[in-house]
């Protein structure tokens, strides 16, 4: 995963991802599309470790996922996939990949953050 979409309130310019009905700072309802763009890395702004996770997730304890920065002010929630060295400032870049299975044993998908060497 190279790219996050996001969209520009036409009313106040706050950018949000993802997308939504109204935007978060002003409630205006119109939005600008802004093409997605290549994120090269960005920076862990918080996370949390679950050592009792979903029995979904109980072959890896434990389960990180945090939120990360990225210089364009896109902000995105994602697993992590650094377990003994994570935290807070940590350079990251986002790749898309196998996060869990559901109850009936089908992958899900969603965003793995991975160190940047």
Not at 9 to 26: D, L, N, S
Not at 46 to 59: D, S, V
Not at 68 to 79: H, Y
Not at 102 to 107: F, L, N, Q, S
Request: glycine share 8%.
């Amino acid at each position: 995963m190279a790219e996050l979409r996001r969209i520009k309130c036409k009313k106040c310019g706050k950018i949000q991802y993802p997308g939504r009905i109204r935007c978060i700072k002003c409630k205006s309802s119109e939005f600008e599309d802004l093409y997605p763009e290549p994120l090269d890395s960005g920076t862990i702004i918080t996370f949390t470790k679950l050592y009792a996770p979903p029995e979904t997730l109980k072959e890896e304890p434990p389960y990180i996922f945090g939120i990360v920065e990225f210089n364009n002010g896109v902000r995105a929630l994602g697993r992590i996939s650094e377990k003994e060295k994570v935290k807070v400032g940590m350079k990251v870049k986002p790749t898309y990949g196998q996060v869990s299975v559901d109850p009936e044993g089908k992958p899900n998908f969603g965003i793995i953050f991975k160190p940047v060497d």
